[in-house]
């Protein structure tokens, strides 16, 4: 299968993933129907449109028609449930996130490296397309970008798409490699058994 392929399928499955954790996330915040529909649409396409522009091509969200598709299905079939007042456990949206991150770190390294670009570029790109949707969605939702206070999800797009670019002779080995790395130290950082360090306390204030 060619790596254009891969893509395609790897999209799928995080924008699926995302627009699942970005309708939750809606929901905690109290947001209305369309609040849920639009942090679901963000959350799944965001990353991506992100990835696409930085590379110089038209957004594959606009161009695959069953990308948004996808997408307001996904978000749909959140909505939905929680409609009928039930709540999706903790664990399985952080499964859901861990799979979109993933997916997505394994795309825009994977695309990366299809327009020639170099190591650096490629994990940058990984990083960007891992976590840009939720960074929107967790803005959208006046609260600070959980990748930048309590995830690894940037940690692990980096290795994931570090990864990817290591294997980049193989584009499945790379993406399933990439993917699954990703994916895995996603689910450490949501599960709480690791964590990078913080600076305790605020620093203290100098006599004038």
Do not use: K
Not at 122 to 143: E, F
Not at 166 to 191: F, N
Request: aromatic share 4%; hydrophobic share 55%.
């Amino acid at each position: 299968m060619d790596a254009l392929a891969l893509v395609a399928i790897a999209d799928r499955v995080g924008i699926v993933a995302f627009a699942v954790s970005g309708v939750a996330v809606g929901r905690r915040a109290g947001m209305d129907l369309f609040g849920l529909a639009t942090l679901g649409l963000v959350a799944a396409i965001g990353g991506g449109i992100v990835r696409d522009v930085l590379i110089g091509d038209v957004p594959r969200a606009f161009v695959r028609t069953d990308y948004l598709l996808y997408a307001v299905a996904a978000s749909a079939a959140a909505i939905a449930f929680g409609a009928a007042g039930r709540r999706l456990p903790v664990a399985v949206l952080d499964v859901a996130d861990a799979i979109g991150t993933g997916a997505f770190a394994a795309t825009g390294a994977l695309l990366a490296t299809e327009a020639g670009l170099d190591w650096p570029a490629t994990v940058l790109l990984a990083i960007l397309t891992a976590t840009g949707g939720g960074v929107l969605r967790d803005v959208l939702a006046t609260r600070l970008p959980h990748v930048l206070q309590a995830e690894l999800n940037a940690t692990a797009s980096a290795i994931g798409g570090g990864l990817a670019f290591i294997l980049r002779s193989d584009p499945t080995a790379a993406v399933l490699a990439g993917s699954l790395v990703a994916a895995a130290i996603s689910i450490v950082g949501h599960r709480g058994w690791m964590r990078l360090p913080r600076l305790s306390g605020e620093p203290e204030s100098r006599p004038r």
